[in-house]
């Protein structure tokens, strides 16, 4: 399992805009290896413009897996993302390749690495009272719910996710034990993969610099209309459409908001930097190898 049939998994991570996929794709020339997407709205089919997939050129230097790979309302959460990614990493080793993993959805990677809590079930209840709550109050009425049992948990969750935050606020009803301490508490006892981490070091203002400028370029690639054409093919539920950009896009066009590219950019941006900040908080107490830009890792 893991690492008898191979080395340390190399693990490619940092915040949003920091520079992973260039790393990744540079290391996997290097290394001739593989990349195995960890990213919670690559995994989807049509949503693109904002989501930051590899190019085409990237993708040609590199060979990706788990990306494009789930219709938009098909479900798929973190243990089904590491069973998949289980099988790709076996895939790639068993033809003499090197898997990367590389990816800014940390509760992913975590699942790889370690397992997940034994949580308890969903409960339709439980949820459906969440979500009479949400729209009776707004969504960060549900978040305020977390935060008073579980602000470990509520600090890493934006307070429009609902499907997270109702998840998250589920298990402590259900069991009285917060979603953090199940994270903490379980899992393999032994990791799955050794894993050596790398990502790229970029201070604060350059992040910021770089987080404005991808959203201008998005916004200027179509992205607006990318969002209007998944409305219209009923794809508005979907759970991409929650994720950071997406949920502002869709918001303006359904009235909620200026839909011109000029007065989406702050918002997004503002967004993608609390997202950012979260990122880093993930990431705090992790043995994270940063390198600097345009630098690979010592073999």
């Known amino acids: 399992m893991g690492d008898p049939e191979g080395g340390a998994l190399w693990v490619v991570v940092g915040p949003t805009a920091s520079g992973k996929t260039e790393l990744a794709v540079a290391l996997a020339e290097r290394e001739h290896g ?95 009272r969440h979500r009479g709550l949400a729209e009776a109050e707004g969504r960060p009425a549900v978040h305020a719910a977390l935060a008073a049992v579980d602000p470990e948990s509520a600090a890493r969750l934006a307070p429009n996710d609902l499907v997270r935050v109702s998840r998250a606020l589920e298990v402590f009803e259900l069991t009285g034990t917060p979603l953090s301490r199940f994270q903490e508490g379980h ?10 981490l790398v990502g790229v070091r970029r201070e604060p203002a350059e992040l910021d610099r770089r987080i404005e400028a991808r959203v201008r370029a998005m916004l200027a690639a179509g992205w607006v209309d990318e969002v209007r054409a998944l409305q219209g093919r009923g794809f508005g539920a979907a759970r991409a459409m929650g994720s950071v ?38 990431l705090r107490d992790e043995p994270v190898e940063w390198l600097e830009p345009g630098r690979l890792p010592a073999r």
């Open 245 to 282: 950009g997406y949920r502002q896009i869709h918001a303006a066009l359904t009235g909620e908001g200026p839909v011109d590219e000029a007065s989406l950019a702050d918002p997004i941006r503002r967004a993608t930097r609390v997202f950012a900040r979260r990122q880093r908080t993930w």
């Open 34 to 128: 593989e990349i195995i997407g960890a990213d919670s709205v690559q995994v989807y089919r049509h949503f693109t413009a904002g989501t930051g997939k590899p190019s085409a050129s990237e993708q040609e230097r590199a060979r990706h897996h788990l990306i494009d790979i789930v219709e938009p309302l098909e479900p798929i959460d973190a243990a089904g993302w590491a069973a998949l990614a289980v099988r790709a990493i076996d895939d790639v080793r068993a033809r003499g390749r090197e898997p990367i993993v590389c990816g800014g959805t940390f509760l992913w990677v975590r699942a790889l690495l370690f397992g997940l809590a034994p949580a308890p079930p969903a409960d339709p209840v439980v949820r459906e």
């Open 187 to 196: 899992g393999f006892r032994t990791p799955r993969y050794t894993a050596r």
